[in-house]
């Protein structure tokens, strides 16, 4: 079925799945070890996939900061209020900068071998992250792989859907009492509770300092140049400008922090994932977001159980899938002299520990070799002679 732009079907269904690898591994840990409500999470972040897919009528992914979200499930001393001011500090940001114009500015000082640096190394890592997590359970994972593999010239079969279904059978098989525990869900109606007034200062201090600033960098990097680069490059028909980016990423976490939910953002990787597994529209999105919005709101006790459904090995598979989509979309589009292949192959190595670095490396490097240096006395002297010229006294 289309409507409005969008397409509503299986293929695009499965392509939602796309941003698994993603979503899952970090809703996981917020409940867990942040203690956040998974109500909170997944209502706002429903309601924001669902707006970006009318909106932007392409696979534009919402998706959890990634530094912001390392940062709090690796410290369990870190309060729920810390991540939500984060978020809340994050919006404001990036509607500043939206609307001033300085990310367009950083744009355009952003030389196109940078920004090729950045999606390659991000395919880079997200391929090595999927490979680390397809080794601890390396059956499931050679299983899936070849699934993915074979399925790819069969459209009408999408492959993520099987992966799923192939996990969930898997994850009952192997515990047999978490298809009781699934028997056992109960519906229980419950809405996010706005935070505003249970913010501290000492919230607000760690959130910013610890959490949101760290994550600036990263999110210029990522989530907004390669995401444009990325998303324009399939979508030319349907191109995003940086400052509209800028400004999503403002309106999404002034949201989803007042609501108590956690920082998000878009992504290249999200887009390469939607893509790979099927997705060519905001459908896609708009079905993702319905199933988030109804589990938060009906399911919100039972995320944790329904997680498990998803084996550790087929989140690494769709990661390796989505993170060979970016690196072959980065090759198409190396550059020609040897210069920017540099500035592209040292942006993308220090891409693979860090995108914000990276993005500061590729800028200085992009500055040093396209820069016109003096030439020294000595070159100056070796010029005139072979010109048949005297120096100057």
Aim: contains cysteine; positive net charge; aromatic residues 6%.
């Amino acid at each position: 079925m289309r409507l409005g732009g969008n397409d509503y079907t299986v293929r695009e269904l499965a392509g939602a799945f796309g941003d698994l690898g993603t979503l899952v591994p970090f809703v996981a840990g917020y409940i867990a070890v942040s203690g956040l409500d998974a109500t909170a999470i997944l209502v706002p972040l429903g309601v924001l996939q669902i707006l970006a897919g009318l909106y932007y009528r392409t696979p534009m992914p919402v998706q959890p900061m990634k530094a912001i979200g390392s940062a709090a499930i690796s410290d369990a001393a870190i309060a729920p209020a810390a991540v939500w001011a984060s978020g809340l500090f994050t919006g404001a940001l990036w509607l500043a900068l939206g609307s001033i114009g300085v990310v367009t500015w950083l744009a355009r000082v952003t030389g196109q071998a940078v920004v090729g640096g950045l999606v390659l190394g991000l395919g880079l890592a997200l391929t090595l992250q999927g490979l680390g997590m397809m080794r601890g359970d390396a059956l499931l994972a050679v299983v899936a792989a070849a699934l993915t593999l074979g399925l790819r010239w069969r459209p009408r079969v999408p492959a993520l859907l099987v992966l799923l279904a192939l996990g969930a059978v898997v994850a009952v098989a192997r515990d047999p009492t978490l298809a009781g525990r699934l028997g056992a869900l109960s519906v229980s109606f419950r809405v996010p509770v706005p935070i505003l007034s249970r913010l501290g200062w000492e919230d607000v201090l760690t959130g910013v300092a610890v959490l949101a600033l760290p994550q600036a960098a990263l999110t210029l990097g990522n989530a907004v140049l390669a995401t444009v680069h990325e998303h324009n490059a399939l979508f030319p028909a349907r191109p995003v400008t940086v400052r509209t980016l800028a400004l999503s990423h403002g309106v999404m976490n002034v949201a989803s922090g007042a609501a108590g939910g956690i920082p998000l953002c878009h992504g290249a990787g999200g887009v390469a994932g939607h893509v790979r597994f099927g997705a060519r529209t905001g459908g896609a999105l708009v079905m993702m977001g319905a199933l988030l919005l109804v589990t938060g709101l009906f399911f919100g006790d039972s995320v944790s159980i329904l997680l498990q459904l998803v084996p550790p090995a087929v989140v690494g598979t769709v990661l390796v899938f989505t993170g060979i989509e970016l690196i072959s979309g980065a090759a198409g589009a190396w550059p020609g002299t040897a210069r920017e292949g540099a500035v592209v192959a040292a942006t993308a190595g220090v891409a693979l520990w860090n995108i914000g670095a990276a993005y500061a490396v590729g800028l200085a490097l992009a500055w040093l070799t396209t820069r016109r240096w003096p030439a020294s006395e000595g070159a100056v002297h070796d010029a005139r002679h072979a010109a048949g010229r005297s120096p100057e006294p």
